[in-house]
């Protein structure tokens, strides 16, 4: 099983630069990358729907969703910062210089959030050779950005 979902995490990698690069031909055609943004969400939203529906997924009580912390609910504004930007700077910076750029923050955020265990993730302590395998990603970028 974790075959499986090494593939299919490779594969979401894979259509990470894709996505964008999809969404700002439709940003060009209707000129918003907003509406765009909106038509990327609303498909996404009704392919999670139907297999919410087709798995048969009990839906939350609204108590549960209530208890919820407050703070939970920005994972949404989160992935329309995310595609909104990523829409906006693909047609600019092209490709690969917009996915260096993402690797390289997530990196920077991933390594404190597994070294204090922010939001329940595993506590991996920073070590030198994790900053190392870090600062080599943002000499790709530096170098991508470049040539």
């Known amino acids: ?14 259509l990470m630069p894709v996505q964008p690069a999809v969404n700002a ?4 055609t209707v000129r918003s990358p907003y509406i765009s943004a909106f038509f990327s ?3 996404g939203t009704l392919v999670l729907w139907l297999l919410v529906v087709f798995q048969r997924t009990p839906w939350p009580p609204v108590k549960v969703l209530a208890d919820l912390p407050w703070w939970v609910w920005t994972a949404g504004l989160m992935g329309a910062f ?3 930007m990523t829409l906006v700077a693909i047609p600019r910076l092209g490709a690969a210089n917009v996915m260096a750029l993402l690797v ?3 990196m920077g955020l991933s390594l404190a959030m597994d070294h204090y265990g922010w939001l329940g993730v595993a506590v991996q302590p920073v070590s030198p050779w994790r900053i190392l395998g870090a600062v080599l990603l943002l000499v790709g970028v530096v170098l991508i950005r470049r040539f």
């Not at 099983?1 to 894979?14: E, H, P, R, V």
């Not at 031909?25 to 060009?28: D, E, G, L, R």
Request: charged share 5%; net charge negative.
């Open 1 to 14: 099983m974790d075959w499986l979902i090494l593939a299919l995490t490779l594969l979401a990698g894979c």
């Open 25 to 28: 031909v439709v940003a060009q």
């Open 41 to 43: 969400f609303l498909v």
């Open 82 to 84: 995310f595609v909104s």
């Open 104 to 106: 390289a923050g997530q």
